[in-house]
């Protein structure tokens, strides 16, 4: 299946996300109207600390009205390496560098109108640094033990789809 794109029109430009209309053709004579957020794509860093504590950040995001508990994460500049964007996003929220890092994997976030990926990574051998959140971030940084994240999930305390997805690739891959 595929769906080729007819006409485009950008609707919002903004500095993470771009909003485009399109009219596509879905064959057999058919043609539907889409509505694509576009944005330059994400990581997410799932980092354990010397007593294999996850590092975990909370945030309010105001898309949902609440804080959340989350991975490190950010946006991908353009051009950036994955991994060195990995590396500066985890340095600016937690302070922390690393020196051991492994790809865990990718996801769509909601493909149904979006095409953002997250490139989610393992982090560990932490050295502590200083926080550099960005000026329109309050950031609380905290380290949850194996026990302690298993009940924020059980009990819908973790909300977040990237660290929802980062714990499950990293305990559905080789530890």
Request: charged share 30%; hydrophobic share 40%.
């Amino acid at each position: 299946m595929f769906e080729r794109s007819i006409s485009e029109r950008t609707v919002f430009s903004g500095n993470i996300i771009t909003v485009k209309e399109k009219i596509v053709d879905m064959g057999e004579g058919k043609t539907s109207g889409r509505e694509i957020v576009e944005h330059p794509g994400a990581v997410g860093i799932l980092a354990f600390d010397k007593n294999n504590h996850l590092i975990m950040v909370k945030q309010f995001r105001k898309a949902v009205e609440c804080e959340l508990w989350e991975i490190p994460a950010g946006k991908i500049e353009i051009g950036e390496n994955i991994l060195d964007c990995a590396k500066r996003e985890f340095k600016e929220e937690t302070g922390f560098f690393a020196e051991k890092w492994r790809f865990l994997g990718e996801i769509y976030t909601s493909p149904g109108f979006a095409n953002e990926k997250i490139f989610l990574f393992e982090a560990r051998d932490l050295q502590s640094g200083q926080q550099l959140p960005d000026e329109d971030e309050i950031i609380t940084m905290t380290a949850f033990s194996e026990d302690e994240i298993r009940k924020m999930v059980l009990t819908g305390l973790l909300k977040d789809a990237k660290t929802l997805s980062a714990l499950l690739f990293y305990y559905y891959l080789d530890n």
